[in-house]
């Protein structure tokens, strides 16, 4: 983080020493100050400041201060006028926090009028998830899984589950694909948990499950009703009528929630708005990372046909057993990030890496060759030497061909 952030000061402000920068940190606004102690402790360690005691140059504020501060940047935007209230939901992974506020004159904010919060961030759908696995295969086994294979379940969440089906779920039926896990791909090392009468019917199923919109229904439902239900006590107990709503947090990215928010308050709220942020927005994974804009081939440079453009790859978790690849294009030269404007994508490519001997250290390689017509992606696995291949269509968005193992 230290190095990022300096890596930013000389880009943008040549000349600023790290030193000289004052950090804001922000905190649950529930911390005691023993817990931020803590932080500053860990702080100081990871080379923010250089004594332990708070100093110039380190401030903690609470997450919906900040959040508060936020929106009021965007108040003007929308002509909200002194004396009305505003809330603020920060739908986080782990909790939903509500804040109501009023402006004051000179573009002033009252103290919280409300505050409340409860568990029902984004994770506890992940939760859900592997509720709707525990019907499936019992709950020893998934609880097994979960305790000793932490790293593959993380994988099963994080590759599989968000990617796939949390992030883009939408409440409508006719645009749902069932999607398929694929246990035997996916989460091998949960196979030996269940018990046998369960396993020969899933084996007979090729080690498949089959996922219906009915079932991500019953994932999102119950979390999102109690962040309903979050919001409709705090307009309820707050005297003032709120004029306008903010969805933040990384959890107001879903779709479905704030459709359902938008839905159920349309008629009490005038203005729901989801503010974006230009830094985090979209580009922040489900566990904190970033997805990063790898370049295989530069604009401009000639290939032939049978010339491939490659690079190699690594797992991020040690048991992970399957790498999906993303594959854009921009016609800007030095792209960094793939929700940059220009961004299309054409295609992916996901592949088997069962073999989890070597933790991070499995390389694959990932080539793409440049046709007529068809771009072919190519990735081997470069411990068995497996290789897979798709091909991409230039011209039809999205379109691909189907990924076949060699
Ligand atoms: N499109 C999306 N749909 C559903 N959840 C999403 C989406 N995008 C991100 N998330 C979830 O948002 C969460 C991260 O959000 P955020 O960074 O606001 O959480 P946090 O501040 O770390 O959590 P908390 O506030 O509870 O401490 C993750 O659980 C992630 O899966
Ligand atoms: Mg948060």
Redesign the pocket.
Same mark, same amino acid.
């Given at each position: 983080m230290k190095s990022l952030i300096e890596e930013v000061l000389n880009k943008r402000w040549p000349g600023i020493k790290f030193t000289q920068v004052r950090f804001v940190f922000t905190v649950?606004a529930e911390w005691r100050p023993h817990t931020i102690g803590i932080l500053q402790d860990c702080i100081h360690k990871a080379g923010f400041t250089e004594t332990k005691h708070l100093n110039n140059n380190l401030e903690f504020t609470t %997450?919906p201060e900040a959040a508060a501060i936020y929106a009021m940047g965007k108040l003007g935007e929308h002509r909200i006028q002194e004396g009305s209230s505003f809330m603020v939901v +920060?739908? /986080? !992974?782990? $909790?939903? +926090?509500l804040t109501t506020r009023t402006l004051l004159p000179n573009n002033k904010l009252s103290e919280i009028t409300e505050r409340t919060g409860g568990l029902c961030?984004? $994770?506890y759908? +992940?939760r859900e998830f592997a509720r709707f696995l525990e019907k499936k295969l019992g709950f020893a086994a998934v609880d097994k899984f979960r305790r000793e294979n932490y790293g593959q379940y993380q994988s099963l969440i994080h590759h599989f589950f968000?990617p796939r089906i949390? @992030? %883009? @779920?939408i409440d409508e039926k006719d645009v749902f694909r069932n999607i398929d896990l694929d246990i035997e791909r996916t989460c091998p090392a949960l196979i030996e948990y269940i018990n046998k009468e369960i396993r020969d019917a899933i084996e007979d199923d090729d080690w498949l499950i089959e996922i219906k919109y009915e079932d991500v229904l019953t994932m999102f439902e119950p979390v999102v009703e109690k962040i309903l239900n979050l919001i409709r006590d705090q307009l309820a107990s707050s005297k003032q009528r709120c004029s306008t709503m903010f969805l933040? /947090? !990384? @959890?107001?990215?879903?779709?479905?929630?704030v459709k359902k928010i938008r839905d159920t308050f349309v008629s009490v709220v005038p203005i729901i708005t989801v503010p974006q942020n230009p830094i $985090?927005a979209?580009r922040? $994974?489900? +566990?904190?990372r970033i997805y990063k804009f790898s370049c295989i081939a530069t604009r401009g440079r000639e290939v032939t046909p049978d010339e491939p453009c490659s690079g190699t790859y690594y797992p991020i978790y040690p048991d992970q057993t399957s790498i999906l690849f993303d594959v854009y294009v921009t016609s800007r030269k030095n792209a960094r990030f793939c929700d940059e404007e220009g961004m299309r994508k054409i295609g992916d490519l996901e592949i088997d890496i069962p073999d989890i001997e070597g933790g991070t250290d499995r390389p694959v390689e990932f080539s793409l060759m440049f046709g007529e017509l068809l771009i072919t992606a190519t990735a081997r696995n470069m411990k068995n030497h497996k290789i897979y291949s798709a091909k991409f269509d230039y011209v039809k968005n999205s379109s691909y061909f189907e990924a076949t193992e060699i």
């Open positions: 649950p %997450e +920060d739908c /986080g !992974g782990g $909790t939903v +926090d961030g984004s $994770t759908i +992940d968000c949390k @992030f %883009e @779920f933040v /947090g !990384g @959890f107001a990215e879903s779709p479905y929630l $985090t979209k922040k $994974t489900s +566990d904190g």
